[in-house]
């Protein structure tokens, strides 16, 4: 059983950065895609971006693209989502979200992923 952990969530003004990291346990990590996704209150859970387990292959949600950024550190379990340009429609729970495969590819859809974290709250104030 994959174990995830969030961290990096919290408070911050708009326009504002932060980044949410995702450490994993377990092993070959590198051929798992993994993702972050984001639900706010009332809505449903969304894509934010994916990767593939190489990371070569990136996806982005339009309303994310050019101020979001997804990586990862294979020799670390470790994915990352750098968030830039904050604004207050960005406020949810952020999950971080893995497969058992995907080497080369990513998923963009919430019902392929096999395991996922417990979220982390991030508030982006006006």
């Known amino acids: 059983q994959v174990q995830l952990v969030e961290s990096g969530g919290g408070l911050v003004q708009a326009g504002g950065s932060m980044r949410l990291s995702c450490a994993a346990s377990?092993?070959?990590?590198?051929?798992?895609?993994m993702g972050w996704f984001r639900q706010a209150p009332g809505k449903e859970r969304d894509v934010v971006a994916a990767?593939?387990?190489?990371?070569?292959?990136?996806f982005y949600a339009d309303s994310v693209k050019g101020r979001f950024a997804i990586s990862r550190d294979n020799a670390k379990n470790t994915v990352y989502l750098q968030m830039n340009s904050l604004k207050p429609e960005d406020t949810a729970v952020y999950y971080c979200?893995?497969?058992?495969?995907?080497?080369?590819?990513?998923?963009?859809?919430?019902?392929?992923?096999?395991?996922w974290g417990q979220g982390t709250q991030v508030t982006v104030s006006s």
């Open positions: 979200a893995g497969k058992y495969s995907g080497g080369r590819s990513y998923s963009s859809n919430k019902f392929d992923y096999d395991y």
């Open positions: 377990g092993r070959t990590f590198s051929s798992r895609a």
């Open positions: 990767i593939s387990g190489s990371g070569v292959s990136t």
